[in-house]
């Protein structure tokens, strides 16, 4: 399992979109007054207005044509975290955080015996001279650390044991 950097997906109605940033075209995108764009692919118009950015979720609430739209925007550190299993779609009960990646504990920013909040920063992994903020996606309690910072890890590598109860 490879990152891609060029590629990206997009979720409109539950329907998935892949394109790389090669694919988009500056002249099949013209910008129209008050943030609203004209696109033209494969030959059909769209009339896009964009109502709301919600970039903690990575969404966004768009107007397409008259209609409402959600899109949902994953960047290509996202689909290689789907893929591992990490998705923010999986089901809130984690017992364990793992590795998506090898790299470097950066920072923790939790303690044993620590109640966590949906989303709330675990812990920093600098992985490919990114660093990379892993969090979880439901309420939970930090069971046991089993890094510190500083460790350089293996993908896969138990970091943190979670209990949910």
């Known amino acids: 399992m490879e990152l891609n950097p060029d590629l990206y997906q997009i979720t409109v109605n539950n329907q998935v979109f892949s394109f790389n940033q090669h694919q988009i075209l500056a002249e099949n995108i ?18 896009l207005q964009i109502i709301e950015i919600n970039r903690k979720e990575k969404k966004v609430l768009v107007n397409l044509n008259g209609a409402q739209h959600e899109i949902l925007i994953e960047e290509p550190i996202d689909l290689l975290l789907n893929k591992m299993g990490y998705s923010h779609n999986t089901s809130s009960v ?21 109640e966590i909040e949906k989303d709330q920063k675990i812990l920093v992994l600098e992985a490919m001279k990114m660093e990379n903020v892993i969090s979880i996606p439901g309420k939970s309690k930090v069971d046991k650390i089993h890094v510190k910072q500083g460790d350089a890890v293996e993908k896969n590598q138990l970091l943190i044991s979670l209990t949910n109860d």
């Open 94 to 114: 984690l017992k364990e955080i793992k590795a998506p990646m090898p790299g470097l504990v950066l920072e923790i920013n939790v303690k044993e015996g620590d």
């Open 30 to 47: 013209i910008n129209l007054p008050h943030g609203a764009l004209h696109l033209i692919d494969d030959n059909k118009s769209y009339l």
